[in-house]
């Protein structure tokens, strides 16, 4: 059969071949460029945490829009190397968290919301695209700035648009409707 089981299934299957992936040495470590410290749990309150990969995603956005728009000839091919090296590390570990540590929390929390429920199912499997995403970027600047490929800026330059482009339309969603509720869930616990 083909329900939500299967679909959960396959998803975290596809999920486990990619970080075993990164884990070979095709991925690096996120960026730091923000915040470096943001993902400590030393008394920092989950919104605070959340805040902190929405700046280091953010500042991502930007760094691939900067590339996006000096393409073809006048990439800083350094900086492009290293954001496609920590592209992959640096959305995973935002995913991460959310999926370890806040949607569990809010499944708990609102058990009984059916709204609440769907939407962390959707922003799940938005994650799963991003990560599959973030790989298929990140090798696509490797090889244009190796030139292990035949350039295409065009094709480069719409992928880094449309990557960016969801990724803010993502964290813009999660701050409207996901950052309310945690706030909920840390006043009424005192935090």
């Known amino acids: 059969m083909n329900g939500p089981a299967d679909d959960r299934r396959r998803s975290l299957e596809m999920r ?15 960026l730091r460029s923000i915040g470096a410290g943001v993902f400590s749990q030393g008394g920092e ?16 956005c930007h760094r691939l829009e900067d590339i996006a ?3 073809p000839d006048h990439v800083d091919r350094q900086d492009a190397l290293h954001v496609a090296r920590s592209l992959c590390a640096t959305v995973m ?13 809010l499944k708990l929390r609102f058990a009984q919301d059916a709204d609440i429920k ?11 695209e991003d990560d599959m995403f973030a790989e298929e970027l990140a090798e696509a600047l490797i090889g244009f700035v190796s030139g292990l490929e ?24 999660e701050k409207a409707q996901i950052v309310p509720l945690l706030k909920q869930i840390e006043v009424s616990r005192g935090a």
Do not use: K, T
């Open 150 to 173: 035949p350039r295409n800026p065009e094709a480069l330059g719409y992928m880094l648009r449309g990557f960016f482009g969801g990724m803010r339309r993502h964290i813009a969603f």
């Open 93 to 105: 570990s935002a995913h991460d968290f959310e999926e370890s540590v806040l949607f569990p929390l």
């Open 118 to 128: 769907e939407a962390l199912e959707s922003l799940h499997f938005e994650h799963w």
């Open 69 to 71: 728009d000096h393409l």
């Open 45 to 60: 309150s989950l919104v605070s945490r959340l805040n902190g990969h929405f700046r280091v995603l953010s500042d991502l």
């Open 16 to 30: 486990s071949r990619a970080q075993r992936r990164r884990a070979i040495g095709r991925g690096a470590a996120p």
